[in-house]
Nanobody, 124 residues
Framework: QVQLVESGGGLVQAGGSLRLSCAAS????????MGWFRQAPGKEREFVAA????????YYADSMKGRFTISRDNAKNTMYLQLNSLKPEDTAVYYC?????????????????WGQGTQVTVSS
């Protein structure tokens, strides 16, 4: 019942910035918790950031806190991830996800819908 489409990935130099977007279908977007995960070659998928239905609670992975910012615009059915001070180790496919419960979590099992991913590559 929900489709998620990521965009905004690309190739940037270390220290640069990108803004990722996740556009969601459905009339109940405002009730979903939303999140971002990423997966680098040869590594497990890892939590990046999450935001609850009200945008009053946000979570970040420790290594990304202070560099990345998650936000949402319910009027546009869109979630964003601002990536700043990018490092080569941030290179990964970034996935958008949504939870029907509206409760944000660091656990992938919390989420019900997943996007196709967008590639972020950071060069040194």
């Amino acid at each position: 019942q929900v489709q998620l489409v990521e965009s905004g990935g690309g190739l940037v130099q270390a220290g640069g910035s990108l803004r990722l977007s996740c556009a969601a279908s459905g009339r109940t977007f405002s009730s979903y918790a939303m999140g971002w995960f990423r997966q680098a070659p040869g590594k497990e998928r890892e939590f990046v950031a999450a935001i609850d239905w009200s945008a009053s609670i946000t979570y970040y992975a420790d290594s990304m806190k202070g560099r990345f910012t998650i936000s949402r615009d319910n009027a546009k059915n869109t979630m964003y991830l601002q990536l700043n001070s990018l490092k080569p180790e941030d290179t990964a496919v970034y996935y958008c996800t949504a939870a029907k419960t509206g409760v944000a979590s660091r656990a992938p099992s919390n989420y019900d819908y997943w996007g196709q991913g967008t590639q972020v590559t950071v060069s040194s």
